[in-house]
C-alpha cells in the first residue's frame, strides 16, 4: 500500500523521524553486538532491564484485547499476548539463565528508569489513544528489533564466529520474529492509510517518542544506568 509518494505509510511514519529512527537501529550497543565488543556487563543489564520490559510488554498486548473493537483484532491481540507470555517470557528466562541471571534474580530486580519511561510511555499511548496509538507506540519494538537484526546481517563488521550475541541476532533476524514484525507492519499499512495529515502528524509523534524512548534502553545498557 502506497501513497501518492510511492511510500508505504509505516515508511513515512520513520521518514517524519529519519534521525531518530537511524540512531536507534544503529545504536553504539546495537553496533558492539554486531562486532562482538559489547561488554557481557552491559548486555546481563540489558538482558535483566529486558525480563521487565516484557512483563510491560504482554500488559501492552492485554491492553490491545480490551482496545479492539471486533473479533478479528480481539484474536490479533491475545495470540501475540499468549506467545509473549507463553513463549517468549519462558525463552527469556533460559536465556538469562545461560547468562548467569537466576530466576531468584530477576524476580527481585529494581526497574531503571529507562524501562519505566519505555514501557509506561507505551502502556500511557495506548490507554489515552486508540488501537492504532498504541500499535504506533508498539511499532520500534515489533518492527525495530527486526529492522536492527537484517541492519547488523548486512554490515561488514559483523563477526560471525565466536560472537556471543550472535544469537540474539539470529532470533531477531529468524522467520518467527520477522513474520510477526511483517504482520505488523501490513496492519499498521492498512490503518494509517488515508489518515488525515492531523492524525498522521499525531501518530508520528508517538512513533518519534517511543523510538528515542528505545535508543534510551540501549543507553541504559551501555552505561549500566539503574
Ligand atoms: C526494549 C525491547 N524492545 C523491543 C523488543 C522486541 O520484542 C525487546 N525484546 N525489548
Redesign the pocket.
Same mark, same amino acid.
Request: aromatic share 12%.
Given at each position: 500500500m502506497t501513497d501518492a509518494a510511492g511510500a508505504a505509510p509505516f515508511d513515512r511514519l520513520i521518514a517524519a523521524c529519519a534521525d531518530d529512527w537511524r540512531a536507534y537501529v544503529e545504536h553504539p550497543f546495537v553496533r558492539a553486538m554486531g562486532d562482538g565488543t559489547l561488554p557481557e556487563e552491559a548486555f546481563r543489564h540489558y538482558l535483566k532491564q529486558?525480563y521487565l520490559?516484557?512483563v510491560h510488554?504482554a500488559r501492552a498486548w492485554g491492553l490491545a484485547v480490551y482496545k479492539s473493537r471486533d473479533i478479528l483484532e480481539l484474536r490479533q491481540g491475545l495470540e501475540i499476548l499468549k506467545a509473549i507470555v507463553d513463549v517468549?517470557m519462558g525463552l527469556h528466562v533460559s536465556w538469562c539463565a545461560e547468562w548467569g541471571i537466576s530466576e531468584t534474580e530477576l524476580a527481585q530486580l529494581q526497574e531503571s528508569r529507562a524501562t519505566m519511561a %519505555?514501557t509506561r510511555y507505551v502502556l500511557d499511548a495506548g490507554a489515552s489513544g486508540d488501537l492504532t496509538d498504541l500499535h504506533v507506540a508498539l511499532a520500534?519494538?515489533?518492527i525495530?528489533?527486526g529492522e536492527i537484526a537484517a541492519w547488523l546481517l548486512r554490515q561488514p563488521f559483523l563477526k560471525r564466529e565466536g560472537n556471543p550475541y550472535m544469537r540474539w541476532i539470529g532470533m %531477531?533476524a529468524g522467520d518467527d520474529?520477522m513474520s510477526a514484525a511483517a504482520a505488523e507492519r501490513e496492519w499498521l499499512n492498512a490503518r494509517l492509510a488515508g489518515v488525515t495529515p492531523e492524525r498522521f502528524a499525531q501518530l508520528a509523534r508517538i512513533f518519534r517518542d517511543a523510538t528515542r524512548l528505545?535508543a534510551d534502553?540501549w543507553r541504559m545498557g551501555l552505561t549500566l544506568a539503574d
Amino acid at each position: 500500500m502506497t501513497d501518492a509518494a510511492g511510500a508505504a505509510p509505516f515508511d513515512r511514519l520513520i521518514a517524519a523521524c529519519a534521525d531518530d529512527w537511524r540512531a536507534y537501529v544503529e545504536h553504539p550497543f546495537v553496533r558492539a553486538m554486531g562486532d562482538g565488543t559489547l561488554p557481557e556487563e552491559a548486555f546481563r543489564h540489558y538482558l535483566k532491564q529486558d525480563y521487565l520490559f516484557l512483563v510491560h510488554f504482554a500488559r501492552a498486548w492485554g491492553l490491545a484485547v480490551y482496545k479492539s473493537r471486533d473479533i478479528l483484532e480481539l484474536r490479533q491481540g491475545l495470540e501475540i499476548l499468549k506467545a509473549i507470555v507463553d513463549v517468549e517470557m519462558g525463552l527469556h528466562v533460559s536465556w538469562c539463565a545461560e547468562w548467569g541471571i537466576s530466576e531468584t534474580e530477576l524476580a527481585q530486580l529494581q526497574e531503571s528508569r529507562a524501562t519505566m519511561a %519505555y514501557t509506561r510511555y507505551v502502556l500511557d499511548a495506548g490507554a489515552s489513544g486508540d488501537l492504532t496509538d498504541l500499535h504506533v507506540a508498539l511499532a520500534p519494538c515489533v518492527i525495530g528489533y527486526g529492522e536492527i537484526a537484517a541492519w547488523l546481517l548486512r554490515q561488514p563488521f559483523l563477526k560471525r564466529e565466536g560472537n556471543p550475541y550472535m544469537r540474539w541476532i539470529g532470533m %531477531y533476524a529468524g522467520d518467527d520474529f520477522m513474520s510477526a514484525a511483517a504482520a505488523e507492519r501490513e496492519w499498521l499499512n492498512a490503518r494509517l492509510a488515508g489518515v488525515t495529515p492531523e492524525r498522521f502528524a499525531q501518530l508520528a509523534r508517538i512513533f518519534r517518542d517511543a523510538t528515542r524512548l528505545e535508543a534510551d534502553f540501549w543507553r541504559m545498557g551501555l552505561t549500566l544506568a539503574d
